[in-house]
């Protein structure tokens, strides 16, 4: 994949990252999923480190169990909590700005999977050890910052400023539009007519219709549903003149 200009200014900042606690992650376990005599000492000193506090009940409630019967347990819910709360953070990604999808990466000590949001499902990769295979953490992070703001899930009808502006283009302008907006408010949100109606006669099919949005009135609340962002747009000097009636609202979604 081609590496777009600027991509430096993104990176790996565009994903939704969390750490959730101290788990090691079956490092130590053979293919079938039993602990060896070795791996149980080594994961029983670990685990008296990690129980601390609220931890401590989960590795604890078997009774008669022993630790490493419990270990696969305290993994997984582990994992489900981190899941939880990576998930919280991809919904206020998703609705800060019109956003289509979010690549999210959870780390449990040095156990990795990716995750993929895009309001339709949620997809998330086996679960690798970095330690054991950074050449997969190395691969992720390097296709992610390959991406463009578009495939990263930004809107690329939202722009910092108006492709009808009459103001003399910096560089400073252009370079803006190799990042995403921060904030849709003050931004312009623009579709060529050939996206999104039919063309008249002598109607110029790729001059864009501009919309200046003022106002968010309503943002998606969910995960998981309809992802429609609803603002008030104004339509000014620096809008299509043709273009520009009856519009007094805009929204995007999926």
Excluded at 22 to 30: Q, S, T, Y
Excluded at 90 to 96: G, R, S, V, Y
Excluded at 171 to 192: C, H, Q
Aim: glycine share 8%.
């Amino acid at each position: 994949m081609p590496k777009p200009p600027d991509m430096a200014c993104l990176g790996i900042r565009h994903v939704v990252m969390y750490r959730w606690g101290d788990n090691d992650i079956g490092e130590d376990e053979d293919e079938g999923g039993e602990d060896d005599d070795s791996s149980d000492g080594e994961d029983g000193e670990n685990g008296t480190h990690s129980n601390e506090g609220s931890k401590k009940s989960c590795s604890r409630l078997g009774g008669e169990n022993t630790f490493q019967d419990n270990k696969k347990a305290r993994v997984d819910e582990s994992l489900v909590e981190g899941e939880i709360q990576l998930a919280c953070y991809t919904l206020e990604t998703l609705a800060a700005t019109l956003r289509f999808w979010v690549i999210g990466i959870l780390l449990d000590k040095n156990t990795v999977t990716v995750c993929y949001f895009d309001r339709h499902l949620v997809v998330c990769t086996e679960l690798f050890s970095f330690s054991l295979q950074p050449q997969k953490l190395a691969l992720v992070l390097y296709a992610i910052n390959q991406c463009s703001p578009t495939q990263l899930g930004f809107d690329p009808h939202l722009r910092p400023w108006s492709s009808h502006t009459t103001d003399e283009i910096t560089a400073k302008m252009m370079a803006a539009l190799n990042r995403p907006v921060k904030d849709p408010v003050g931004s312009f949100i623009e579709y060529t007519p050939s996206e999104v109606e039919e063309v008249g006669p002598g109607e110029d099919p790729e001059l864009p219709i501009s919309l200046r949005i003022e106002e968010v009135l309503q943002r998606p609340e969910d995960l998981l549903s309809r992802g429609t962002l609803t603002s008030r747009s104004s339509a000014g000097s620096l809008m299509a003149p043709t273009r520009t009636r009856n519009m007094p609202t805009s929204s995007a979604g999926l």
